[in-house]
Structures are given as structure tokens and as C-alpha cells.
């Protein structure tokens, strides 16, 4: 074989060799396996793509590792309607990435797990297919194996976050409506320079409260609802304080804040929130891009800022402020593990109310162990998050603490202390974030107004992938045209229940 016909494709690894096949086309070898025909490497793709059985219409496939990709557009024909993704063990074959709808590399710097659910919705997730290439599978055996744990990891984890929708999305609707009939007194922010610190209720907070009231001036502070009694309790007041979760624990935290006066709330459409608070307190109205609340305050002519979803309020606090300035946002109490006491700093409003319920037969310590060990897997969600998608963040976000040593890091977010803040953002002249008072929604037939969008909402496939995503999710899935009119027939009837409860509600 002449040197023109047989090449080394990397110095870094002479095993794999590329070569012309007989009929012309490239094909290659690795530890003098070959991963396609030595004869017609495009009709072996091919027969690959027809062979694949699939008892549901998928809406993506993976294939692992298929080398030189002469399956790729076959796949885009044999399963139109799907998404087509290879998922790479090797860098060696990526100048046919282009073919693939994605490209995913196990030996990335995040997890492939990760970069999947951050990337692929969990409703394509959880329709996918995933395919060996039967070659790699046996030349790459270790990375073959770590890719199917990976992609398993991914799909329970989209799995999980469609069944917590599910169970939490008619809430979440009832929400909306809620905080829209309700919505009176309203402000926006304009966008400035100066620094901002997210205030998480961490339990490394408390040795940075002393820091925070010292250089109170420097920065625009933005707190959780549960970091805003331990920081109003040292005297620290908050610029705004945040909130996205719709699960009634939220409401404790507001609760507890609405008390004080003059304090102003960002806040979620969908967050659970104390209907005493639109009375006496000034809103900045949050909604998601892609959410339905989005529809709901345009309906009522209602101001509000875009905020981005997120599994944690910390996650969604941060693109807030970075949406909100040009300088930095400083993370302060985010400390994303379980701690050895408290999980969180104290006074803590969910604590105060768990701590009546102690006595001699579980006592306090029984309580912070076990929920010490039941934080541990919701934690490792959030810190995953905040470290596969911190180089978007790296440049502008820091975490700020008291020299505190966390027992892990967040990805490319940098640490930093208070002498570092204070040598940046002490006493610099930068632009303030301001706020930009709106005049008092009217409320002349606004309960009208927000059952007539529902229903006109109800009647779309956004509404129901929102508000019924298992159901939709069935639907897209099932082949079997009867077995579809019957489960599009069961949503119809869940969709009027759902009707009925929003009408009386409203």
C-alpha cells in the first residue's frame, strides 16, 4: 500500500490509521481494527440506519462514537422528525462534526451528562434513542461504558425535572394568576456599573455580615428571601429582595420580610407569594422568555424584566444581576454543601417554624442531621449547574467570602476575599442602578382579562407542554394513531378541570 493511500492521522497516536477503502472512499483503523468497511464504508452506514429498531418516534438520537459519520445522513432520513447527535470518545474525527445536528465529547472539561441536560430539553431527553456504533463499542470498551452512564446520568435527571414540573405546573399556573389579579404598585431598574453581591443564605454568611454593613456603600445588594432576616437582623437592609420558587416554603421567607417597610421585591410571576405583600410593597415583575406568565402580564399591560429558569433562585438571582450591571456580581453565602449544623444561616424562617416541632423523641439534633443528609443530592444539583455553565460567568462573577475554605469550587468562578473587594470596589465612581417607578396597575376587569387569555393559551401546544408536559410528552412520543386520540382525548379533559379550578380561583 502506497504512502499516499495510507496516512498517520495524528503523531499523538500512530494506532489509528487512515486509508482508501475499495471503492475510494476513506475509511480507517485503530489497533488494526477497522471502524468501517474496507469495502463500502457509505452503503455499511447505511444498512446501520435502516437496522435500527425504534418502538416510539424519538425526538433525538445519539450515536456513540461513529468515527467518520457515514451513518449521519442516513440517521436524518431514517428518523426525520428527530434530532441527530454523536457523542465523541476522540477529537480524531471531528472534521465530519458538521454532519450531526450536535456533537458532544466525552473527555470535555464538564461532565457529559451535563452538557447534554444543559443543552438538550428534558422532553427530548427523556424521547431519546441511543445507538452504539458496534466497532467503537469494541475498540473504545472504557469510554463506551463511561458514555452510557453518562447519558443514563442525563436522562434521569430530565426525567426528575419533567416529573417535579408535572407535579408542581399547575401551581405554578395558579401562581400567575394569582400575582397578575393582584399586581399594583410596580418599579423596573436601569442598568448601571457599580458592583453588585448576591446575598445566598449559606452558613458562610454570617463571617461576611460585618464586611457587607462595612462597605454597604459599595455595591447594589441583592438578597435571597432566605438570606433577608439574618442580614435585616444585623442591621442590613437590601437594595431588593429576590424570589422565584413557587413551592409554599417560600412564602415563609416573604412572609417574615414583608414586615419591614419600604423594601422591594423581584419577583418571579410564578413565585409563591403572601397576598399581603402586593398591598404594602413595590414589585419589580419577573418572567421567563419562554414562560406563560410572559403572556399573562402583557395582557394586563403590566411592566416586568426578563429573568432566566433555573433549578436553584441563586442561579437565576445571578443572570439577573449580571443582566443589571457592566461590573462584577460578587456571590456571598453561596456555599453549594452540606454543612455540619445548620444548612443554612441563622435566624432562618423555615427553622423557626421546624423548631416547635421538636421534642424529647426527635430532637433538634435528630432534625439537622437528617436534613444534612437529604440536602446533599438537591446540592449537588445546583453546584453542577453553577460549574458547567461558569465560563459564560467566569469574567464579571466571583464568590466572596471571608477567606473561607469551601469543600468545592464553582467550576471557572473565581474566589475572592474582602481585601480583594475592597481594593476593586471601594469607593469607586460608578454608575448606580436605578430604580424606575411605574404608575398603579387599574384592576378594572383584569379577572376578565386574564381568564379570557387562558383560555385562548389553553388551546396551544406551548400551554400544554408547559402545563401537562408528561401528557405532552406521551403524545409526541406514541406512533400508534389510536392510542394517540386517546391520550390527546384524556389531556382535552384534563385541560377543562383545569379550567374550572382557574375560573373559581379567579
Known amino acids: 500500500m502506497s504512502g499516499e493511500e495510507r496516512q498517520s492521522h495524528s503523531e499523538a497516536n500512530s494506532e489509528l490509521v487512515f486509508e482508501k477503502s475499495k471503492n475510494g472512499e476513506e475509511t480507517c483503523s485503530y489497533g488494526m481494527k477497522y471502524l468501517h468497511s474496507r469495502y463500502n464504508p457509505r452503503a455499511e452506514g447505511e444498512r446501520f440506519a435502516l437496522n435500527l429498531e425504534a418502538d416510539f418516534s424519538p425526538l433525538c438520537i445519539f450515536i456513540l462514537e461513529p468515527a467518520l459519520s457515514y451513518c449521519a445522513p442516513y440517521l436524518k432520513v431514517r428518523f426525520p422528525s428527530a434530532e441527530i447527535f454523536a457523542i465523541r470518545f476522540t477529537d480524531f ?46 475498540i473504545f470498551q472504557s469510554e463506551n461504558i463511561m458514555a452510557w452512564c453518562e447519558i443514563k446520568k442525563a436522562i434521569l435527571k430530565a426525567r426528575d425535572v419533567i416529573g417535579t414540573r408535572a407535579y408542581f405546573s399547575k401551581r405554578w399556573l395558579k401562581n400567575t394568576l394569582i400575582f397578575s389579579s393582584r399586581l399594583c404598585q410596580t418599579l423596573t431598574l436601569t442598568k448601571g456599573s457599580e458592583a453588585i453581591i448576591v446575598a445566598a443564605s449559606g ?133 453549594q454543601a452540606a454543612g455540619l449544623a445548620f444548612q443554612h444561616i441563622q435566624p432562618n424562617a423555615l427553622e423557626n417554624d421546624n423548631a416547635k416541632k421538636d421534642f424529647r423523641l426527635r430532637p433538634q439534633e435528630s432534625r439537622i442531621s437528617a436534613s444534612r443528609f ?85 388551546e396551544s401546544e406551548h400551554f400544554e407542554k408547559e402545563v401537562f408536559p408528561m401528557d405532552s410528552l406521551l403524545i409526541q412520543r406514541e406512533s400508534s394513531k389510536e392510542k394517540k386520540a386517546e391520550l390527546v382525548s384524556r389531556l382535552a379533559e384534563k385541560k377543562a378541570a383545569l379550567l374550572e379550578e382557574c375560573e373559581k380561583l379567579l
Open 203 to 335: 452558613p458562610s454568611l454570617k463571617s461576611s455580615l460585618p464586611y457587607i454593613k462595612r462597605f454597604r456603600e459599595s455595591f447594589f445588594l441583592i438578597a435571597l428571601s432566605s438570606a433577608y432576616m439574618p442580614l435585616v437582623k444585623n442591621a442590613i437592609i437590601p437594595d431588593i429582595v429576590i424570589s422565584s420558587d413557587g413551592g409554599w416554603w417560600a412564602k415563609k421567607h416573604l412572609l417574615f420580610s414583608q414586615s419591614a417597610d419600604n423594601i422591594v421585591y423581584a419577583l418571579e410571576a410564578e413565585a409563591a407569594v403572601p397576598k399581603e405583600l402586593f398591598e404594602r410593597h413595590r414589585i419589580i415583575p419577573l418572567c421567563y422568555p419562554d414562560g406563560l406568565e410572559k403572556n399573562f402580564l402583557n395582557a394586563i399591560k403590566a411592566p416586568y424584566m426578563l429573568s432566566e429558569r433555573n433549578g436553584t433562585v441563586a442561579g437565576t438571582a445571578l443572570q439577573f444581576a449580571l443582566s443589571l450591571t457592566d461590573g462584577s456580581v460578587y456571590l456571598c453565602g453561596l456555599d
Open 93 to 138: 474525527f471531528s472534521k465530519t462534526d458538521s454532519l450531526w445536528d450536535g456533537v458532544f465529547y466525552l473527555n470535555s472539561r464538564f461532565p457529559l451528562s451535563e452538557q447534554l441536560f444543559n443543552s438538550i430539553s428534558e422532553e427530548k431527553l427523556c424521547s431519546s434513542l441511543v445507538f452504539d456504533w458496534t466497532p467503537s463499542k469494541q
Open 374 to 458: 437529604n440536602s446533599e443530592g438537591s446540592l449537588e444539583i445546583y453546584r453542577n449547574w453553577f460549574v458547567s455553565n461558569s465560563s459564560y460567568f467566569s469574567k464579571r462573577t466571583f464568590r466572596l467570602s471571608d477567606n473561607v475554605n469551601y469543600p468545592y469550587g464553582l467550576g471557572e468562578i473565581r474566589e475572592c476575599n474582602w481585601l480583594d473587594f475592597e481594593k476593586k470596589e471601594s469607593g469607586s465612581k460608578k454608575k448606580k442602578i436605578s430604580f424606575c417607578p411605574r404608575p398603579p396597575m387599574p384592576t378594572e376587569n383584569r379577572k376578565a382579562i386574564l381568564f379570557e387569555k387562558l383560555r385562548a393559551l389553553a
